[in-house]
Antibody, heavy 116, light 108 residues
Framework: EVQLVESGGGLVQPGGSLRLSCAAS????????MSWVRQTPGKGLEWVSA????????YYADSVKGRFTISRDNSKNTVYLQMNSLRAEDTAVYYC?????????WGQGTLVTVSS | EIVMTQSPATLSVSPGERATLSCRAS??????LAWYQQKPGQAPSLLIY???TRATGIPARFSGSGSGTEFTLTISSLQSEDFAVYYC??????????FGQGTRLEIK
């Protein structure tokens, strides 16, 4: 059974940083593309970032480019999202997913709140 | 970036009746269109991919159709567990994948 467990969310001030983690199991992590998708009441579902399983290539939404960094540790079956220079509009539930295009497995999500 | 537009925003249907949800893409996505269902407090779950192929374990009352820019999700006989929010998503032009804003299916 595929499991994706996110952690690391919380309350952070504008301009601050946070690192999200997603621990994966139940599939061959090292060869799998991984993504982060976020959800807000106002903007709905928004793809944030992805990392290739084959060559580690990374991809970002324009809204987070230059501020967020996706990475992976295949020895720990974990994907990360380092979020810097956080803004109020980054407030969302962040989901981890085990694909970069068609998502058939999602984590339970972790809430990030950016507020002073 | 491809913009996905869903209609209506809210659909009120009685149990046992048919529900028809629409999704339009701002440019052709061929058949690279998925539908997801989301219940309160849960992550989205995949229903349909390739515009018309049901994901594993999805009941036959769910069907998808369309190609290019116009797509439809039909639920033939609504069950109580089907009342949820439904999202369409294109994966033809990536990055980014893009989602519609959702249709809330509520009990009439």
């Amino acid at each position: 059974e595929v499991q994706l467990v996110e952690s690391g969310g919380g309350l952070v001030q504008p301009g601050g940083s946070l690192r999200l983690s997603c621990a994966a199991s139940g599939f061959t992590f090292s060869s799998s593309d991984m993504s982060w998708v976020r959800q807000t009441p106002g903007k709905g579902l928004e793809w944030v970032s992805a990392i290739s399983g084959s060559d580690g290539s990374t991809y970002y939404a324009d809204s987070v480019k230059g501020r967020f960094t996706i990475s992976r540790d295949n020895s720990k079956n974990t994907v990360y999202l380092q979020m810097n220079s956080l803004r109020a509009e980054d407030t969302a539930v962040y989901y981890c997913a085990n694909d970069k295009t068609l998502i058939d497995n999602w984590g339970q999500g972790t809430l990030v709140t950016v507020s002073s | 970036e491809i913009v996905m537009t869903q209609s209506p925003a809210t659909l009120s249907v009685s149990p046992g009746e048919r529900a028809t949800l629409s999704c339009r893409a701002s440019q052709s996505v061929r058949s690279n269109l998925a539908w997801y269902q989301q219940k309160p407090g849960q992550a989205p779950s995949l229903l349909i991919y390739g515009a018309s192929t049901r994901a594993t374990g999805i009941p036959a009352r769910f069907s998808g159709s369309g190609s290019g820019t116009e797509f439809t999700l039909t639920i033939s006989s609504l069950q109580s567990e089907d009342f949820a929010v439904y999202y369409c998503q294109q994966y033809n032009n990536w990055p980014p994948i893009t989602f519609g804003q959702g249709t809330r299916l509520e009990i009439k």
